[in-house]
C-alpha cells in the first residue's frame, strides 16, 4: 500500500468501517483496558496493520514484552508510516501515535524502551490487525 496516499473518510463512514470499541480508540483517541488487547500476548512472526486503512505499522521483530499491557514496540516499519502529535489531555504531555495515512489513533510512544531505539511505541490492540507470516 502506498504510505503517501492519504485515506479520508466522513466520520459516519467511520462509524461503518469499524467497530463500536474500534471507532472509539482509532478515532476518538481512546484506549483498551491494560492487557485485555488481542495482541498484547502475540508472539508468531508477522505483521501489524493499521484497522481502519491497511498501512502496514510494525513488524513482530520490533515487538517486546514491556510489562504495560499493550502491545509493544521499538520502532515502526519505517518512519513515514506514523505520525507524532503532542497530547496533554488528562492533565499529562505524551507524543500520540497516528497513522499516517488515515490518522486514526493508535496509541503513544515513550523514552523507556529498549535498546536499539530506546522508544516504546505503546499502541491498542483494538487499532491493530495482525497477519502471521505465510498468511499474507
Known sequence: MD?????????????????????????????????????VNEKRDGIYACVACGQELFESGTKYDSGSGWPSFFRPLAPDRVTEKLDTAHGMRRTEILCS??????????????????????MNSLALDFTPEGDG
Open 101 to 122: 495515512r488515515c490518522d486514526s489513533h493508535l496509541g503513544h510512544v515513550f523514552p523507556d524502551g529498549p535498546a536499539p531505539t530506546g522508544l516504546r511505541y505503546c
Open 3 to 39: 504510505a503517501a496516499k492519504k485515506v479520508r473518510k466522513t466520520e459516519e463512514e467511520w462509524r461503518r468501517a469499524l467497530s463500536e470499541d474500534q471507532y472509539r480508540v482509532c478515532r476518538l483517541a481512546g484506549t483498551e483496558r491494560p492487557f485485555s488487547g488481542a495482541h
